[in-house]
Every structure is written in structure tokens, then in C-alpha cells.
């Protein structure tokens, strides 16, 4: 049997929010990363990260398959589990819940459809001025994410490759009881995402299914082909005259 930390309470407790956090926008991360991170021994990073698993903060499983390096036992990788999700931000409660059930029995399902659309609206406007390059806009979005509590970030895939991306992932969504009640907001949320960036995006996995972590895909060469679209076209026969590609 391990060694017993402390209660949690003051530098403890800061420390375990720290991981935690750490573990949400970099998960599944192993713990000579999060020490890295952090800049904590391996030692005392490992004490937190068995005492949060057996708290339920935490989930520790095997690596993926690509992040296995060189020979003997692989390290283990850490998510954030059930309880610690429970203890990030959230944005909505059970009235929310209420409200929006209300709202899809008197006025049927397009009211929530509706809804989580306008509630997207906001984020669409704010990022609607971008026109650079992919990377920036990713990061703008990712930044703006991360701002309204979705432990944003992204990782590169499958580079030199025909599938090259980029994959976005959120470990933590403040809506995700009610997502998992309301699907809609999750499409809304994949829809927002394809106006910002200019192209089709592709959602691998969602906390609202059931999975550690909400990961959308987004492809590098369909994006270095088009720009984002955010004003209208004039429908005339010099339409494309003066038209960035």
C-alpha cells in the first residue's frame, strides 16, 4: 500500500487543482510530462496522481499505441475521471436541464435545435474577422475555448501523410450534462467550428457519448485549400474577380 497524502487542503490542494487542470488539457498525458509541466519531481507527481485515482479525480489506462516508445513496461496515461470532472467549472445545472426539456415539449425539438445554435452565435461573431493562415485561426479558437472553461488545446496527427491534421481536443465541457441530455449542442458546437475554420470538420469523440475527452479533427489540406468564409458572395458574373484563395 502506497504512502498516504495529507487531506487536501492549502498548498495540497493547490497542487491537486494544478494536475488536475494539467491532466484535463494535455490528457491522456503521462507523469513524467505533467511533472515537466508543472515542474514537480516524478516522485511527488506520482503521490498526487495515485491518490486522485483512487478519489476518482482521475483515471490512469494504458498508452496509445503511437505514444509507446522503446522497450519495457509503457507508462501509464492519465484522464480526468468522473469525480474530477464534477469539480471543474460548470456552466449549467440541473434548471438548465429543466429549462431546455421545457423547451423541447412545448415547442418541439427544433426549439433546442434553435437554441443551441443562438447560443453559439456569440463565439461565431467573435472570431468572425479571422483570415490568416490555418495555424492562427485554430489558435484563436482554441483560445476562445479555453476561455469559456473547455480545457482546450490541439495536437498534431499523422504528419506526412495524405490524412495530416490537426486534432482539437477539450477535456473538460462545462456543458456536458447537458449535452449528454441535448445532442444538438454538440452539432452546434461542430457546426460553429466549420465556420470559423472555413471547412468540414470531423468529431472523433465527445464527453457527452461516454469518452475521456471531446476530440474534433480538423484536415490540414482541405484547409490550406479554402479560406474561411465569413462575408457574402455577390452573385454576379464577376463574382470571382478579386476573390482570395
Do not use: W
Request: charged share 25%; hydrophobic share 35%; with cysteine.
Amino acid at each position: 500500500m502506497g504512502p498516504t497524502l495529507p487531506a487536501a487542503g492549502g498548498e495540497e490542494a493547490r497542487t491537486r487543482t494544478r494536475v488536475r487542470t494539467t491532466v484535463a488539457e494535455l490528457g491522456p498525458v503521462s507523469a513524467a510530462r505533467i511533472a515537466e509541466v508543472l515542474g514537480l519531481t516524478g516522485p511527488a507527481v506520482r503521490r498526487h496522481l495515485e491518490a486522485m485515482v483512487a478519489d476518482g479525480d482521475l483515471e490512469a489506462r494504458d498508452p496509445r499505441p503511437d505514444a509507446r516508445r522503446g522497450r519495457g513496461r509503457p507508462a501509464k496515461e492519465y484522464v480526468v475521471g468522473s469525480a474530477g470532472h464534477d469539480d471543474l467549472p460548470s456552466g449549467y445545472d440541473e434548471l438548465a436541464l429543466t429549462a431546455l426539456q421545457y423547451l423541447s415539449d412545448a415547442l418541439g425539438p427544433d426549439a433546442v435545435t434553435d437554441f443551441a445554435r443562438r447560443r453559439f452565435a456569440g463565439l461565431e461573431e467573435s472570431l468572425a474577422g479571422l483570415d490568416g493562415p490555418l495555424p492562427e485561426r485554430i489558435d484563436a479558437l482554441v483560445k476562445a475555448l479555453a476561455d469559456q472553461g473547455f480545457s482546450a488545446s490541439t495536437r498534431p496527427v499523422a504528419q506526412g501523410t495524405a490524412a495530416e491534421g490537426v486534432q482539437l481536443c477539450q477535456g473538460h465541457c462545462p456543458v456536458q450534462k447537458v449535452a449528454e441530455a441535448f445532442p444538438q449542442l454538440c452539432e452546434a458546437e461542430r457546426r460553429t467550428f466549420e465556420t470559423v475554420l472555413g471547412t468540414r470538420v470531423q468529431r472523433l469523440a465527445t464527453l457527452a457519448r461516454g469518452d475521456h475527452v471531446c476530440t474534433t479533427y480538423v484536415p490540414l489540406e482541405a484547409l490550406h485549400q479554402q479560406a474561411p468564409q465569413h462575408e457574402p458572395q455577390h452573385d454576379d458574373q464577376n463574382a470571382t474577380e478579386g476573390r482570395r484563395l
